[in-house]
Structure formats: C-alpha cells, structure tokens
C-alpha cells in the first residue's frame, strides 16, 4: 500500500491529541507522510515569560545597553505572554501553511490528504480551520480532510490496503465537502 499511495497522494497529519502525536507522527512518516502537530512541549510553543526573565532583560535594556525601544518590545512581550489567549494558534496555522505550501509546491502533481484524529477542544478548532469556512480551507480548499476517532483507527487505515478509500479521496478532491470521516 505504501508505494501506490506514495505515487498518488502526500499525507499530511495536521491535528492529533497530545497523547497520540509521537505515534501517529511515525505512522504518517513510515508511510511517506508530513507532520505539523506539535505539543504545548515543542520549543516554538509560546510560553509565559517568567518574572525572572523578564527582570533580566529589564536590567539589560536599561543599565548594560540602554535602549528605550528593545525595553518597550519587552514590555509588550512579556504583557502579551501573560495576557493573550490562543497563540500556540498562530504558531499551528503557520507550521500547517508551512507545509501544505511546501507540499503543493514539491509534489504538484500528488493530491495532499489532511489527517486528523479527534481530541479535545484544541483539536476541534484545529479541524474547524481544515473545513469549509475555516481559514486553511480557504487557502487550500482542494485538499481533502479525514478525520479519525482514534490513534487505532488511524493505524488501521494506514496499515490495511485502502487504495480504493484513497483514490476516491483524490477523485473527489475538489467538491466542496472536504470533510470525511473514517469510522
């Protein structure tokens, strides 16, 4: 199956649960794929900045090398790490984008399968933004979306022979319901 999926399609995990990312990454990847999902763990994740930290670049700014606009970008991020909600979606959109990008411009003549595996509410706005209406759809709205219930129905669809599911994800590429499920 790994071979006649290669040639016709690139798959691409782009939301998974926390608990399941490192198995369903290696899963997508031993069968060809790409993989955006991250942990709240991953060094690109944004964080709060601590007090420590902030008291440190503080007395930088202001005593080793003064400079009123270096102080006032760390106010404004040490307010924002402590007050604005959501930016690990920033961070997910643009890995996503990343991607999807490099695929469709590596790999023109594949169509680009989306996976997801259902989670929680992190992983709900993730899809939201896969389907119809959301904002990576909308950049890339030929690319179809299959979400999974699990990690085990995720393994076995890729370790079953589903080249006929595939083909007629790829045939139907272009309707303008990409979303399918897998049960």
């Not at 290696?26 to 991250?38: I, M, P, R, Y």
């Not at 003064?66 to 404004?76: R, V």
């Not at 119809?132 to 979400?147: A, R, T």
Request: charged share 25%.
């Amino acid at each position: 199956m790994q071979q006649s999926i290669n040639k016709k399609a690139s798959l691409f995990l782009a939301s998974v649960p926390e608990h399941a990312l490192f198995e369903a990454k290696a899963l997508v990847e031993k069968h060809g794929g790409f993989c955006a999902a991250f942990t709240q763990f991953d060094p690109l994740s944004p964080k709060k900045m601590s007090l420590f930290q902030f008291l440190k670049l503080l007395f930088i700014n202001l005593f080793v090398v003064p400079s009123f606009a270096a102080t006032w970008d760390l106010l404004e991020e040490f307010f924002e790490s402590w007050t604005v909600k959501g930016k690990w979606k920033f961070v997910w959109a643009g890995r996503v984008t990343g991607v999807l990008e490099m695929l469709k411009s590596s790999y023109p003549q594949k169509t680009v399968i989306q996976i997801a595996v259902k989670g929680g509410r992190q992983c709900d706005w993730e899809q939201q933004q896969l389907l119809p209406g959301g904002k990576v759809h909308d950049l890339y709205p030929d690319m179809p979306l299959v979400v999974y219930k699990d990690l085990e129905d995720l393994r076995n669809f890729l370790n079953d022979s589903n080249l006929e599911f595939v083909n007629a994800l790829i045939e139907g590429a272009s309707n303008t319901d990409s979303r399918r499920w897998k049960d």
